[in-house]
């Protein structure tokens, strides 16, 4: 029995130290290991090519090293696996902190004011006051709820979607598609953590995105094919909305001649809104290994049926 | 007795309708009134041009429209009057906000990845936790405090330095010019909130960059001449500094020639940091009016011997 880790050397060693002490009667290995894989329990990776989970003929757990599970096509992954996405407190406060800066940024009229610097130009854009902003979070999971606790001191209206009610203190809560509509018009700035599923898949496109309100803002740190790259652009250019922040894209990087690159109205960066503490995702992993041993539930195992 | 507003028709309006309101016995006149000015004790301000003090000969109080009053140049203001700043919560909390976007936008390396963009390139900067972010803030008012409050959530190493010492919770606190470099040496993200004085005139030069640690970034949403814009220039030229957030300089708007608006590590947003709200302002006013018919300390007066 051991465990097979897929990932940088960098981030082995930490997670390597980790396990030595805290788990050290599981042997752990490498990708690049050379020996039989055939005691293979466990595999850690985040990458999913094609052949991977089958060379592991004794795999009982796939653990994903992000939030996000939809390279692993949950809705026709192996029955007798289970899949297990990574919930760390480390990557959901990174996530908060990046929406909240995007958040500012954009109620602040960051974009047109870099904007307005590139021509020289010396123009105050007003301030609206913090009770008429409205920010909108799809996705209430731990990152949404990490996100809006973040956002909370600010004095912003909030709201949330996701696809079965949730119940947050001072977040109006909607949900289901037939409530979307309603969510969309009162968002001033979109916040798109969403998890990826054939549901999700293009929700940012022409129809919802002509929803929101006048002069709206979308931070796009969902995963990328969530948004349908032709759609925003045509939004701003016509200027229904004001600008956007975006990190996620499919595919990453982006060819050259993507238009995001140069459009003046969206900031585009590199899938940097968060990343996982290698310590303490080597320890929610243990944690759940020991849990899995126990016939526990683990913490973040997927729902193959709704993806997530 | 009356009162003057010199200001802009709009705010002119909100003003008088609160004057009306809360202080009906007290006429309200904006600058362009042609009534005698011999019953003028109050004077609304933030231009000072030579001579509109001289115009009214029975004035009693001056208040600045904002929260600097170095306009009025403190030191040669005249004995018989009052001089009263701006200390109104949505002045501070403005800024709280534009401080904590700034601080974030800079820990997450925004304007490097602005520029990454306009090349096409496609690479991660990393980010340090949290509690390896050491944020100093220059200026301990009320404005340096409100920052300081929004910036607490976020687990940063928060330091403060101010002219006399204070004692802030969560807050390392330095004081006096003997402990600026040690002050200096342990930020990060140094933001400027100082008042202009004779003292702080200049204090961003290049001996005092030079005390920041290597990579530093800087906020600066004081006043213009508290920078020595060359020598800004030259340490993020040079690599000593990362990037910095520039919201206030002098004069303004700069010359079209003026390096800030074409440098890469420069983000130059044209004085927006914070406005006054008219309405909770005007209230602010009122106050001290009555205050000042009491007998009473007025809000923000003006220590004229230190110059804020």
Known sequence: MSIVFNSSSERARIWSARFTQLLPDLPFRTIDDRSSRADVEFLVTWKNPPGLLESFPNLKVVFSTGAGVD???????????????????????????????????????????AEQQRRKEWKF?????????????????????????????????????????????????????????????????????????????????????????????????????????????????????????VDV???EPPAPEHPFWSHPRILYTPHVASTIQPASSADVVIENILRFRRNEPMIGLVDLSRGY
Chains 1, 2 share one sequence.
């Not at 809705?75 to 406060?93: C, N, Q, T, W």
């Not at 909030?158 to 309603?182: D, K, M, Q, T, Y």
């Not at 898949?201 to 002509?210: D, E, P, V, Y």
Request: proline share 6%; charged share 15%; glycine share 12%.
């Open 71 to 113: 390279q692993f096509e949950p809705e026709g992954f192996p029955d007798h696996l289970k899949l297990v996405r990574m919930i760390e407190p480390g990557l959901s406060s990174g996530m908060a902190e990046f929406v909240l800066m995007a958040v500012l940024m954009l109620r602040r009229d960051m974009i047109a004011y």
């Open 125 to 245: 854009l007003g301030i609206r006051p913090a009770t008429a902003t409205r920010v909108g979070v799809m996705g209430l999971g731990e990152m949404g709820q990490a996100a809006l606790a973040a956002l909370a001191p600010m004095g912003f209206a909030l709201s949330g979607w996701s696809r079965n009610r949730r119940e947050i203190a001072g977040v109006s809560c909607h949900a289901g598609i037939e409530e979307l509509p309603h969510f969309l018009g009162g968002s001033d700035i979109l916040v798109c953590l969403l998890p990826l599923t054939g549901e999700t898949r293009g929700i940012l496109n022409a129809a919802n995105l002509s929803l929101l309100p006048q002069g709206a803002c979308l931070v796009q740190v969902g995963r990328g094919p969530h948004l349908v790259d032709a759609d925003l652009i045509a939004a701003l250019d016509s200027g229904r909305l004001g600008a956007a922040l």
């Open 249 to 251: 894209l499919e595919p």
